[in-house]
């Protein structure tokens, strides 16, 4: 239970700690601890708790304030400025404000400035302890949620070029409005939403003021791509492909390429699959099941590890597989899908496949013995035909690696055009090596082929030419 009753406080300080203590215990704390540098932490909190806090300071700053904090204050004001006032998902300058509300405190303190009444204090407590629609849920447990995969990438432009890619292979390319338009990954609103909350929180990772991280904005429309996409994806259905993905992987990329922060290190990001349709709200994060950056039969293998470990496994004889997760109804259907859409994406064999056939009928056997389970039984209750499941999980793995690795047509027959291309100056050379090494009998084979020549093509007299 909250505690409402009125703050009391006796300098600047104080309040600066108790908003800062009730914003940690309600939104929780994000923290950047560079290589050999000392951890920097400070309130996850939301653009709506920025501005009520900075109501409780604003009036005092301009009064009492010295004109350097006075001027830091309006770069501060003019980024949340461009912020919703209601918005609920993590403020871009959370780690500025903090910093200068510490620094203003000080100098407030110093400076004698009477404090702000108690309402403008409580009125900015009461909106920490509101629970947003946005804010952390209670975890459940792994049958709710798959994690699909985790990045870590020593660059933005690492970060935002590995999520195009990862993307595409996963969604596959959105539309183009002309031939000329670099094609976007066809992202879901929920995927969407989660990348704009992801990326808005690197800004504020960076930067010890306002003025970086409102200069960045600026220079790469972020903000507003964002704000302008938000308004419609959390609104539209969450699976369904957002309308806005060539504007919103543009600005994306013009933030992570052409910032100044683009060779800085982002946080690592964690990509969720939630079980249900819902719209586009936070997913809960539970057990982390890896879907590594590696070829399908590895990431087959490296999946069953896992579930192996999280649900526990048993050992099979005479089959395929040796052993086999515990896996739950929940979880075989949510792999069904998963690799149903990559062996969409690079199609069922490569032209000069002939033994695809087999390793098909099994999958699609056991992709409707998945959809056969009635949808009233339990989804943590342990699939009964796990053995069957997976042998075809990793066969088709196996199957889908083949066919992205097997050439087309077009590119065997590109390889031959390349591999004469390359061996022509080769053989020319040889040709008139042979020649320069052996220039007597080159010139009898030449003399001899001119004579032959020459035979063959002369003209021919007729018979009442010859005669006298």
Same mark, same amino acid.
């Given at each position: 239970m909250s505690d409402s009753r009125p703050f009391a406080s006796q300098s600047w300080a104080e309040v600066y700690q108790a908003l800062r203590a009730k914003a940690e215990a309600s939104r929780g704390t994000v923290t950047v601890a560079p290589q050999?540098?000392?951890?920097?932490?400070?309130?996850?909190?939301?653009?709506?708790?920025?501005?009520?806090?900075?109501?409780?300071?604003?009036?005092?700053?301009?009064?009492? =304030? @010295? $004109?350097? #904090?006075?001027?830091?204050?309006?770069? %501060?004001?003019?980024?949340? &400025?461009?912020?919703?006032?209601?918005?609920?998902?993590?403020?871009?300058?959370?780690?500025?404000?903090?910093?200068?509300?510490?620094?203003?405190?000080?100098?407030?303190?110093?400076?004698?400035?009477?404090?702000?009444?108690?309402?403008?204090?409580?009125?900015?407590?009461?909106?920490?302890?509101?629970?947003?629609?946005?804010?952390?849920?209670?975890?459940?447990? =792994? @049958? $709710?949620? #798959?994690?699909?995969?985790?990045?870590? %990438?020593?660059?933005?432009? &690492?970060?935002?070029?590995?999520?195009?890619?990862?993307?595409?292979?996963?969604?596959?390319?959105?539309?183009?409005?002309?031939?000329?338009?670099?094609?976007?990954?066809?992202?879901?609103?929920t995927d969407v939403v989660a990348l704009a909350v992801y990326w808005s929180d690197q800004l504020a990772h960076l930067g010890a003021s306002a003025s970086d991280t409102h200069h960045r904005l600026v220079y790469s429309c972020w903000r507003e791509v964002v704000h302008r996409v938000l308004r419609d994806a959390k609104t539209a259905p969450g699976r369904a492909p957002c309308a806005h993905n060539p504007e919103f992987w543009t600005s994306l990329l013009l933030l992570t390429t052409q910032s100044d922060a683009c060779d800085a290190a982002p946080m690592p990001w964690a990509f969720h699959d939630a079980s249900s349709h819902r719209n586009a709200a936070p997913v809960d994060t539970g057990p982390t099941l890896v879907f590594p950056p590696a070829q399908a039969d590895d990431a087959a293998r490296m999946q069953r590890d896992e579930y192996s470990r999280l649900r526990g496994e048993d050992t099979v004889t005479g089959r395929l597989v040796s052993r086999v997760p515990r896996t739950t109804v929940y979880d075989v259907r949510q792999l069904a899908e998963r690799w149903s859409e990559l062996l969409a994406k690079v199609g069922e064999h490569g032209f000069a496949d002939v033994s695809y056939r087999h390793v098909l009928d099994r999958w699609h056997n056991a992709v409707a013995q998945v959809a056969a389970v009635p949808q009233d039984v339990d989804p943590n209750s342990v699939y009964t035909h796990n053995t069957d499941f997976w042998e075809a999980v990793i066969t088709i793995a196996i199957q889908i690696a083949t066919t992205a690795e097997a050439p087309t047509r077009w590119e065997l027959a590109k390889q031959a055009v390349q591999k004469v291309a390359q061996e022509l100056p080769q053989r020319l050379k040889s040709f008139w090596d042979d020649i320069l090494s052996h220039p007597l009998l080159s010139f009898g084979i030449g003399a001899s082929s001119a004579v032959f020549l020459y035979l063959l093509t002369r003209p021919r007299r007729s018979n009442t030419e010859s005669q006298p």
């Open positions: 050999g540098s000392p951890g920097t932490a400070w309130p996850h909190t939301t653009s709506r708790d920025a501005f009520a806090i900075a109501l409780v300071f604003d009036a005092a700053i301009d009064e009492h =304030a @010295s $004109g350097a #904090m006075v001027a830091r204050w309006i770069v %501060e004001s003019d980024l949340l &400025a461009g912020e919703p006032d209601d918005g609920t998902e993590p403020y871009v300058g959370n780690r500025s404000l903090w910093e200068t509300l510490a620094a203003a405190a000080v100098e407030l303190d110093r400076a004698h400035a009477p404090l702000p009444a108690s309402s403008v204090i409580d009125d900015a407590m009461r909106e920490l302890e509101t629970v947003h629609p946005t804010a952390p849920r209670e975890r459940r447990n =792994a @049958s $709710g949620t #798959m994690l699909v995969t985790v990045f870590a %990438e020593p660059t933005w432009r &690492a970060m935002a070029l590995r999520q195009i890619e990862f993307f595409r292979a996963l969604r596959g390319n959105g539309p183009r409005a002309n031939p000329f338009e670099l094609p976007a990954p066809a992202t879901t609103n």
